[in-house]
Each structure stands twice: as C-alpha cells, then as structure tokens.
C-alpha cells in the first residue's frame, strides 16, 4: 500500500440514520439523527475497502441546533438565529465541547467521541475533524472548557470596537437588529446589545438573510475599520491567537490525525504561520488542510504550514466544466501545470458540503458521466482526494429538507436520512443496479489509487501535448497520462463523452528519457476490466485502445519481463462473470472449512453452476447451510476484485501454479477478491462480490468411491 490519501467526508448526523420518516422541517424526534456508535467495526470496514485512508468527520464540535439539551447543562440557542433545526456544523457554540446530537449518551458524550477515534485507527484510518477559526455562533458559550481557560469574549470591553485583547468586534453600543425576525414561534426576542461583527465580514448591526447572520466574527487583531482600513496589530500576540491554538491542541491530544480548516482566507496568514507551527511542534504527524478559494493565495498558505489545499477555483472547477461538456479535456493540463510546483499539495475533489451533487440537474445528472473525471483527479498526482458519503452510490441530493431546500447539495442543516447512504451502509439489498455499479467503480478506481506505487510514489507524464486533434484522438473529450513507479508503468485514457471512440495514444521520446522507460513488446493487464494485452512500447509509438462512454482505461506494465515471456494464453470461455466470480469465492470457503484443494471439476453458467470438491469426509446438512451462509456474507461485504500482471518465476507468496498446464505464458494473470482469495486466472469476473447477487444452493451430491462433494448453486 502506497502513502496516497483518500478522504471520505461524512456527517455523523446523517450517516447513521436510520428514521425514513424525513419529514421537512422536521425535529430531531420527528426525523431522528446519526449517531457516532453507528460506526460500528462493520461500517468502518466497510468505508476502509472503498480505498479510504481518512474519514472527515463533519460536525462534531458542538454547534448551534434548535434542539434543546438544557437538561444536560447545555445552553439553548434562540431559533431565530439559528439555520434550520439541526443547525449549521460551522456555528459552533463550544469549542470544547462534542455535539450532543450525536451521542447515545449525552452525558458521556466526549468518551464516545475518543472511542469512535480508537475504532477508526484500529480499522486502519486516521480521523480529521473540522476546525472553524473565522466565526462562532450568536449565542457561543463554553460550558466544556478546561479550567482556568477564559472562555471567547469573556473578558471583551464592549466598548470599544476594537481591541487586541478583545475576541469579538462590537458595533459601539449599537443593538444587533439584521433583517430577518428575531422572534422565535413562542414570541421570545433574540437580543444581542452591542452587536458584534457578522462572521462574513460584516462589521454593521444590520445583516441581511443572504449574510452569515446566525455568526459573529472572531477578532485575530486586524482591525477592518480603522481610518487606513484593515490594519494589522500582531505585536503582541492577539489573545485569540492564544485561545484558538489551546483548542487546536485539546483535540490533537484526543487522537485527531488531522484538522479541515474552514475558510482560512479570512483568518490572518501570520496566525496560522504561529499556529501550524506549535500544533506540529507538538503533534508532527498531524495533517492540516484548508478551505481556500484564490489560487493566487495558495504558496502564500503551503508556506503558512498547510500540508493541503482546497483546488476549487482551479481543478474542481475545470474538471466540473469538461463533465458538463462546456470546456476541452485538455484544459486540466493547464490546470495542472499553473500549480505544479506545489500540485502534491493540492486536494482534488468533486464533491462535497458545499458543492452540487454529480448526480443532480445542477451538476451533470448522471454520476456515470463523471468516473473519467473521478479517474483523472484520483490518478493524475500524487497529491490526495476527497470523496463525499454518498458520491460513491450517485447520490443525487435533490430533496427538499427544510431550511436547505431543493438545491442539488445534501443537508447540512436539517435533520434527514440520506436514502443512498442508508441503503449502501445499512440495507445494501435496497440498492439500485445503477447504485451498486457506481460504488463499484468507485471502490475498484480508490482501490488502484491507494494500491498502485506508481500512483502515490511515481512520476506523472501528461501526453496531452503530443496527442492533438486527429482521427486518433480528440482532446475536446480525451485525456491521457502515465504514471511510473521502477519497472511499473501506467497508461492512463479517459473518454469524458458518451461515444464508443477506438484511439491511439502516441508516447513520445521525451517520455521515455524523463520515466527511463525500455523500450521492447510487454504484456499489460487493464486493471479495470483484467482485460491482458502485449503492446509495443517504441519512442513515438502508439498504443491503440478503445475508451467506454464516460470511462477509462488504466493498463499497467511490468518493463522487465522478458521479449520470450510475452504470450499471454487464449482465453475462449465466454463465462457469465457473477458465476465465475462466485467460483473463486466458493474454492476459498471450502478451503477453508476443510482444508482441501480448489475444485477437481467446475461447470460455470448463468442459470445455474456445479463444481466438484475432494474432501477427506461428507460435509453435513450444517455444513452446507454453513457454506451458503458464508458465501453471502462475502457478496454482501462487496469485496472488490482486482488484477495484477506478474512474472511467473516471480509470485506473491501463496500462489501456486501446480494445476497451471506447462505451456502456460510466463506472464500470470493474477485475480484478488479483497484479501479473501487470490489465485491466477485470465477470465471475466464482476467489479466487486456485491454484484454477484445471491448465492443460493440447489443440492449437493457426495461420491464415497472418489470421496467427490459436488455443489449445484444458482445466483439470484
């Protein structure tokens, strides 16, 4: 496994939910709320095997909702001024403090948030948590922090509107009056006297209902209406300095890997040149990454110390406008290029909080006319990628939750129940064929983005250049690169349009000085469809290919096999690809209840399939119910099935090429379902296990002579 990082954005409080009632505007009773013990080992594992390194958690720190906890000490938040029932995540009103909405137990609240973070690193991921430094909610008041800290605005002088020492701006006495209505459905008035400075840089009394009126901004010793205007007061060290970096360490010291910075373009840069540098003094393995939308800023904050950067106004943006047809593929070379020199810094996404769904009118419509695009920014870079919950079942987000409404994004207001996410982590029986096809490309393109050492160690090759318009190629709607670790080589096209299109990617000389490329006929596997090849890598050669509507191909190269190691064997059988990846499945279960061989005999079909076994003993009727039982447990944890090419003189350990006949090509194909089964193998299988359907078996026939188990079994 490479370092190359996958993040998976989540809101606990939609994640586990299980209420379908989502009823608009409706309350945490009426609609119901995630929890953080609904990531339990199995749905962890299961975010893991999508090629996941990193689980965002969104909205932990406790923030403004409509819902009262006043029976736990916590104090109520006026409703008036706060979006929605549940309340945005980044109205925070405690930064000590975890969001009650998201406890089993509220009073033990924190001690389910550190035990969430022991089970994610024990699955094997590192947890990341939102970090809001720019505003606080209305209402903010710390009832969690540690003793002896002065809560935010404790100690203001309210008089002035400005102060190093003060944490808040103040409107000189002025009452806070915006325009929309501070009287919630009980008749109760929201006062705020003076009024403090809106969170969007608003430093008026009056903030309109487009502002971010439910925040007040945090005072980081700039002041923004002086005679000069923005002047900076930085000497001394601003008291909010000194209070925003004690809470980024109270959480590090939680066992938090990383922190999502949230609009750090309004924070001062020489804050977080101070802050990143005690915080990784202290914790060093701690990742920081900020929400940052003017490429001109990006060096200025790679060298305040963020590790990664929000590409929205570049990458996002680009690759947004080819998947909607409205600019050429070609176009991401130049995105790419204008950052190359800080491009392993640059965090790719297509979706998240605050971006429109793939799958909504608003973006595409369809989350299969965006996989090339989900290829190019998991591959292109050794940099890492986001991906959304939902994304990877083609959540569509076009419902009307209350205070969010019908806008393509999925809530972060409201309480709700995401119907993609319940199905795909709680009832997967549920998901559509489109749903289950999405995630399991999704899982199979994550998984070669965190499994291939050419992509998170390699060199990056983009061809664009030197495949212009022609017969052979359009760069309106293809993309192509190569990617290359030692001798691992892979050659990367995508097709960003609905066209069946035959092309022929030229390699130029220039390639194979800068990768040290050999040149010579090599046996190459694509690693999304196992389909195997041998291919003439030449300096200015060509390398013919057919791209799928809305899709790619990733053909990877071993540079130091042989010229006479290159027949590939033939492959006639035209299995039905469910069946004969229930075959691999069912060799491995009986391997493993009795300790016996792969099959002596399969006949492999669609309707209905008989492999033969030999046994030491006749299984009994337990056993066989045992047997179906395990075999749909592996379908329903949707292993995904992956391929390699390799040398036969040079195996991974467990495969054995005793039955492989002696003419056998010494370029192996091997077949990996998960880390379940491996073994070599040149025919057709599903992209993951949850595509096989249900394993049922018909019968069963014992042959004492020959001591033969034969099983008949047909998928559903």
Sequence with gaps: ???????????????????????????????????????????????????????????????????????????????????????????????????????????????????????????????????????????????????????????????????????????????????????????????????????????????????????????????????????????????????????????????????????VEMVPTAFWQYATSILKENHPQVIVIGEVYDPSQYRVYVQSGFDYLYDKVGMYDCIKSIVRQESHASAITYQWQSLDDIGKHMLYFLENHDEQRIASPFFCGDAQRAIPALIVSALLQRNPMLIYAGQEFGEVGMENEGFSGVDGRTTIFDYWTVGSIYRGYFDREQLSAHENEIYAQYQHILRIARGELAIGKGLFFDLMYVNPQSDNFNPAKHFAFLRKWQDELLLIAVNFSGDTDSVQVNIPGHAFDYLQLPEGRFGAIDLLTGETTIESLSRDGKIPMTLAPYNGRIFKFKTKMKDDELLLCTHNKDEFPPAHTAEHLLNQVMIRMFDCGRSTNAHVERKKSKISYTLDRKPSRQDEKEIERRMNELIEEDLPVTYELVDRYDLPEGIDLDRVPDDYSNVVRIVRIGDFDTCPCIGKHVRSTGQIGKFVMLGTNWDEPTRTFRVRFKLV
């Design 1 to 263: 496994m490479n370092n190359k990082i996958i993040i998976y954005q989540v809101f606990p409080r939609l994640f586990g939910n299980r209420n379908l009632t989502n009823k608009k505007w409706g309350t945490i009773v009426e609609n119901g709320c995630g929890k953080m013990n609904d990531f339990d080992e199995q749905a962890l594992q299961r975010i893991h095997k999508l090629g996941i390194s990193h689980i965002w958690f969104t909205g932990i720190i406790r923030h403004a909702s409509q819902t009262d906890y006043s029976a736990y000490g916590i104090p109520t938040q006026h409703s008036a001024i706060v979006k929605g029932k549940a309340g945005s995540p980044y109205a925070i009103t405690d930064y000590y403090d975890v969001s009650p909405d998201l406890a089993v137990d509220v009073e033990h609240r924190f001690e389910e948030f550190k035990a969430l973070v022991q089970r994610v690193h024990e699955c094997g991921m590192k947890v990341i948590i939102d970090f809001v430094p720019n505003h606080v909610a209305r209402q903010y008041k710390s009832v969690c922090c540690p003793n002896g800290v002065v809560d935010l605005g404790e100690d203001d002088d309210t008089s002035l509107h400005f102060s190093t020492n003060n944490n808040f701006y103040y409107c000189w006495g002025k009452p806070f009056e915006p325009s929309i209505s501070l009287t919630d459905s009980a008749g109760n008035i929201y006062h705020e006297q003076p009024a403090k400075a809106t969170g969007n840089d608003r430093f008026d009394n009056h903030p309109g209902i487009n502002d971010w009126y439910e925040t007040i901004k945090l005072n980081y010793g700039i002041d923004y209406c002086d005679a000069g205007g923005r002047s900076e007061h930085f000497v001394p060290v601003p008291n909010t300095w000194k209070k925003m970096v004690d809470i980024l360490l109270f959480w590090a010291e939680t066992g938090v890997d990383g922190f999502r910075c949230d609009m």
